[in-house]
Nanobody, 124 residues
Framework: VQLQASGGGLVQAGGSLRLSCDAS????????IGWFRQAPGKEREYVAA????????WYSDSMKGRFAISRDNAKNSVYLQMNGLKPEDTGAYYC??????????????????WGQGTQVTVSS
């Protein structure tokens, strides 16, 4: 399984970015794809997750309403649309995948596969 995150960059506060996670290496039916982020000096935190097959979505409470996760099965990609960005959203954003989370989609240690991360920097 390979995950490739992209789409990060430098944006002013209030701006938007769309991150992509391109998946390859197997079929992902039954998988959950999650987005996590890590700010400098802080632990990695859960952002959102989506089921590959049914498109069910979940969000961290702090991101709900500003971020939207979606997927395009035909392109083997998952997206994270981020609107109303704030300086505190700055960090490296990672996508991850697993098919045995048992509901622990917010728990990074349950994910077996990780992408390399894409940097998001929000200036004030």
């Amino acid at each position: 399984v390979q995950l490739q995150a992209s789409g990060g960059g430098l944006v002013q506060a209030g701006g938007s970015l769309r991150l992509s996670c391109d998946a390859s290496g197997r079929t992902f039916s039954g998988y959950v794809i999650g987005w996590f982020r890590q700010a400098p000096g802080k632990e990695r935190e859960y952002v959102a997750a989506i089921t590959w097959s049914g498109g069910n979505t979940w969000y961290s409470d702090s991101m709900k309403g500003r971020f939207a996760i979606s997927r395009d099965n035909a392109k083997n990609s998952v997206y994270l649309q981020m609107n109303g960005l704030k300086p505190e959203d700055t960090g490296a954003y990672y996508c991850a995948a697993d098919n045995a989370l048992a509901g622990y989609r917010w728990y990074e240690r349950r994910y077996a596969y990780w992408g390399q991360g894409t940097q998001v920097t929000v200036s004030s």
